[in-house]
């Protein structure tokens, strides 16, 4: 089963914060299970990986004017043939 994460910036957390607290987050679940997690171990190298490869300033300006203008940015984060993969999608906010 592919890991697939989905990051929501939003005005007061880019997506460099989001990602971070989410792989903090994952962390900590990891460890309070205290046995193995196949899930929880792909979500937390995945976005290590993220965190450690990404633009995130680009990413930041890609989303910023969208966020701004009240719309609701979601970055799609996954792996495919060991290759990190990461779309942007917008939607209105309703």
């Given at each position: 089963?592919?890991?697939r994460i989905v990051l929501a910036?939003?005005?007061s957390h880019c997506i460099e914060t989001v990602a971070k607290?989410?792989?903090w987050e994952n962390v900590?679940?990891?460890l309070k299970k205290r046995k193995e997690d196949k899930?929880?171990?792909g979500?937390?190298?995945l976005l290590r990986y993220f965190l450690e490869t990404a633009d995130f300033a680009n990413l930041r300006r890609q989303s910023e004017e969208h966020i701004l203008n009240g719309k609701q940015v979601?970055?799609?984060v996954s792996m495919?043939?060991?290759k990190l993969l990461y779309e942007m999608t917008v939607e209105n906010s309703q």
């Open positions: 089963m592919a890991t910036p939003t005005v607290r989410e792989y900590n679940n990891y899930m929880l171990e979500k937390i190298e979601q970055f799609i495919k043939n060991k």
